[in-house]
């Protein structure tokens, strides 16, 4: 159980709650919703004791799992599937039975070996009751329904695109939550920060399915309406404008309906007071010209004044960010061309001979299983990593932008301001001020440090340094992950308006059909297409 009372959020001196209580307990399935840069990801991080709340008192009780959005620790050279074992110790157990089993087959004394196989014994008890081998069945389905495979599992962390290591962790969380097996820890809260994010359209389903049956809490932020619809019966709105949390004891589209209806009962409310207190004050200036009616005039004065502060905020439309990319620097034909590109990360083949010519003004969709090497090719074209083989060339005036799906372009230490300004160094400082303005960053959050900022920020961070270049060739590697409904039609929009050349990795099929794409290379093969609406349903399956 999470328990958090008169709690208070802060982003630098911005108050993102104020005087909350919250409580998660098993059973409960909470959509934690707002939009980007109301405070949802802070709210998970201090629910998860991964952030200090600025006040107020916050209790847990039990396990609790928690999947950051962006998650950057553990030690890289370790497998995947140790990664997921981990969760439960299995890992160790397995890597010292193994120990202890070549112990017992090469020693040659009789006393030495008799003491190898008492600790293996007591090892293999202790592996049976955290579930044993079965449980490693069960790691091994959950990770399968997530997209991880057995050739994905083998690999070490290290040589896993950003995607792939997301899913290890989730299903590292999963894993210890799940009911099968001895060792499961069903009573666990799970704090899931955009768990749909790089999963196919059947992963998203599989997860729905365990997360509507796991028995323990659960508070999740997602875009994903579908989910949200499916798997929570409670619903908390971070309400940016008033840093309150209105709570919805519902399902989601009964909270859709109510959230609706309170709407049109603030604006009723509101427009009857401030119409009596509009006549209230037009009859007090009639009457306080006139001395002897001065006090009833700003007793009338006081009256209209407490009609309307009495009254529930009506909620604001919400500021969007105004996305535009940049105009395209001037180009040769074809400013980018590849050939026999390859990548292998030890015995592990990614993809070879990948050839693309990118043409001034192209549009081009990549597509591809998880793990076939999207991002990798990405990187490999724009020169943020070495292919084995092959070649990139720049072409006349080449300028690339690229956007990376885990923010790799980010430095996390350093605040919004160093970021643009070092994307942008030759830029006016007033300009990058009036862009920063239509990303929505102004004032004191100009100086708050990238890492602190919730994933949709990072994404608006990460695309304002984009937009202050002249690129005339966009990498765009999952564009619209971690945004609202509004800033994600935004990104739509610049897409179907920038007049440069596009290569594009997302499982968005609305991205897609934005782009309106001429070509698609399909990896791992390295195959290149003309675009067909046949492949659009390929997209959310890549």
């Given at each position: 159980?999470?328990?958090?009372?008169?709690l208070?959020?802060?982003?630098?001196?911005?108050?993102?709650?104020?005087?909350?209580?919250?409580?998660?307990q098993?059973?409960?399935?909470?959509?934690?919703?707002g939009?980007?840069?109301?405070?949802?990801?802070?709210?998970?991080?201090?629910?998860?004791?991964?952030?200090?709340?600025?006040?107020?008192?916050?209790?847990?009780?039990?396990?609790?799992?928690?999947?950051?959005?962006?998650?950057?620790?553990?030690?890289?050279?370790?497998?995947?599937?140790?990664?997921v074992?981990?969760?439960?110790?299995?890992?160790?157990?397995?890597?010292?039975?193994?120990?202890?089993?070549?112990?017992?087959?090469?020693?040659?004394?009789?006393?030495?070996?008799?003491n190898?196989?008492?600790?293996?014994?007591?090892?293999?008890?202790?592996?049976?009751?955290?579930?044993?081998?079965?449980a490693?069945?069960?790691?091994?389905?959950?990770?399968?329904?997530?997209?991880?495979?057995?050739?994905?599992?083998?690999?070490?962390?290290?040589?896993?695109s950003?995607?792939?290591?997301?899913?290890?962790?989730?299903?590292?969380?999963?894993?210890?939550?799940?009911?099968?097996?001895?060792?499961?820890?069903?009573?666990?809260?799970?704090?899931?920060?955009?768990?749909?994010?790089?999963?196919?359209?059947?992963?998203?389903?599989?997860?729905?399915?365990?997360?509507?049956?796991?028995s323990?809490?659960?508070?999740?932020?997602?875009?994903?309406?579908?989910?949200?619809?499916?798997?929570?019966?409670?619903?908390?709105?971070?309400?940016?404008?008033?840093?309150?949390?209105?709570?919805?004891?519902?399902?989601?589209?009964?909270?859709?309906?109510?959230?609706?209806?309170?709407?049109?009962?603030?604006?009723?409310?509101?427009?009857?007071?401030?119409?009596?207190?509009?006549?209230?004050?037009?009859?007090?200036?009639k009457?306080?010209?006139?001395?002897?009616?001065?006090?009833?005039?700003?007793?009338?004065?006081?009256?209209?004044?407490?009609?309307?502060?009495?009254?529930?905020?009506?909620?604001?439309?919400?500021?969007?960010?105004?996305?535009?990319?940049?105009?395209?620097?001037?180009?040769?034909?074809?400013?980018?061309?590849?050939?026999?590109?390859?990548k292998?990360?030890?015995?592990?083949?990614?993809?070879s001979?990948?050839?693309?010519?990118?043409?001034?003004?192209?549009?081009?969709?990549?597509?591809?299983?998880?793990?076939?090497?999207?991002?990798?090719?990405?990187?490999?074209?724009?020169?943020?990593e070495?292919?084995?083989?092959?070649?990139?060339?720049?072409?006349?005036?080449?300028?690339?932008g690229?956007?990376?799906?885990?923010?790799?372009t980010?430095?996390?230490?350093?605040?919004?301001?160093?970021?643009?300004?070092?994307?942008?160094?030759?830029?006016?400082?007033?300009?990058?001020?009036?862009?920063?303005?239509?990303?929505?960053f102004?004032?004191?959050?100009?100086?708050?440090?990238?890492?602190?900022?919730?994933?949709?920020?990072?994404?608006?961070?990460?695309?304002?340094?984009?937009v202050?270049?002249?690129?005339?060739?966009?990498?765009?590697?999952?564009?619209?992950?971690?945004?609202?409904?509004?800033?994600?039609?935004?990104?739509?929009?610049?897409?179907?308006?920038?007049?440069?050349?596009?290569?594009?990795?997302?499982?968005?099929?609305?991205?897609?059909?934005?782009?309106?794409?001429?070509?698609?290379i399909?990896?791992?093969?390295?195959?290149?297409?003309h675009?067909?609406?046949?492949?659009?349903?390929?997209?959310?399956?890549?």
């Amino acid at each position: 159980m999470i328990t958090a009372n008169d709690l208070e959020l802060r982003a630098g001196s911005r108050i993102l709650l104020s005087d909350t209580a919250l409580r998660v307990q098993a059973g409960d399935r909470i959509g934690l919703v707002g939009r980007n840069g109301a405070g949802k990801t802070t709210t998970l991080r201090v629910l998860a004791g991964e952030g200090e709340p600025y006040a107020g008192d916050l209790r847990r009780s039990g396990e609790v799992g928690y999947l950051p959005q962006d998650p950057r620790e553990g030690d890289l050279s370790v497998t995947a599937k140790d990664r997921v074992l981990s969760a439960r110790g299995l890992d160790d157990l397995a890597r010292k039975m193994e120990k202890a089993q070549n112990a017992m087959a090469e020693l040659v004394d009789d006393g030495q070996r008799d003491n190898a196989v008492r600790k293996y014994g007591r090892l293999e008890e202790r592996f049976a009751s955290l579930g044993g081998y079965a449980a490693e069945s069960e790691a091994a389905r959950i990770c399968g329904n997530l997209g991880l495979h057995e050739r994905v599992l083998a690999q070490p962390l290290r040589t896993l695109s950003g995607g792939q290591r997301r899913r290890v962790e989730l299903a590292r969380i999963l894993f210890a939550a799940s009911d099968a097996g001895a060792g499961g820890k069903s009573g666990t809260i799970l704090l899931l920060d955009e768990p749909t994010n790089h999963l196919d359209a059947d992963s998203i389903t599989w997860l729905r399915t365990f997360l509507k049956s796991h028995s323990g809490g659960l508070v999740v932020i997602s875009h994903d309406v579908e989910l949200l619809a499916d798997v929570v019966n409670k619903v908390w709105f971070l309400d940016a404008m008033r840093a309150e949390v209105d709570l919805y004891n519902m399902g989601w589209q009964r909270y859709l309906d109510a959230r609706a209806s309170d709407e049109k009962r603030r604006r009723r409310e509101r427009a009857n007071a401030e119409k009596k207190a509009s006549a209230l004050m037009a009859q007090a200036d009639k009457m306080r010209a006139k001395a002897t009616k001065a006090v009833a005039a700003q007793n009338m004065i006081k009256r209209a004044e407490r009609l309307v502060s009495g009254l529930d905020d009506v909620r604001q439309s919400d500021k969007v960010a105004k996305i535009r990319f940049p105009s395209p620097a001037p180009c040769g034909k074809t400013p980018l061309t590849a050939s026999g590109l390859a990548k292998s990360y030890g015995s592990l083949e990614v993809f070879s001979g990948v050839d693309l010519a990118i043409d001034r003004g192209s549009r081009v969709v990549v597509l591809g299983l998880n793990g076939a090497g999207k991002t990798t090719l990405l990187r490999l074209i724009g020169s943020m990593e070495e292919s084995d083989s092959g070649s990139v060339e720049p072409g006349h005036g080449l300028r690339i932008g690229y956007y990376a799906q885990e923010h790799e372009t980010l430095d996390h230490n350093a605040s919004v301001w160093a970021n643009v300004r070092h994307a942008a160094p030759d830029t006016p400082e007033q300009t990058l001020r009036n862009l920063l303005g239509t990303f929505l960053f102004t004032g004191e959050q100009l100086e708050q440090p990238a890492g602190t900022l919730s994933g949709g920020e990072k994404t608006r961070l990460a695309l304002a340094g984009l937009v202050s270049s002249a690129a005339n060739v966009l990498l765009l590697d999952e564009p619209t992950n971690n945004l609202d409904p509004a800033s994600r039609e935004q990104v739509l929009d610049a897409l179907r308006r920038y007049e440069g050349a596009v290569v594009l990795v997302t499982h968005d099929p609305g991205a897609v059909e934005a782009l309106e794409p001429e070509r698609v290379i399909l990896l791992p093969d390295g195959t290149e297409d003309h675009w067909s609406p046949d492949y659009l349903d390929l997209v959310q399956l890549a």
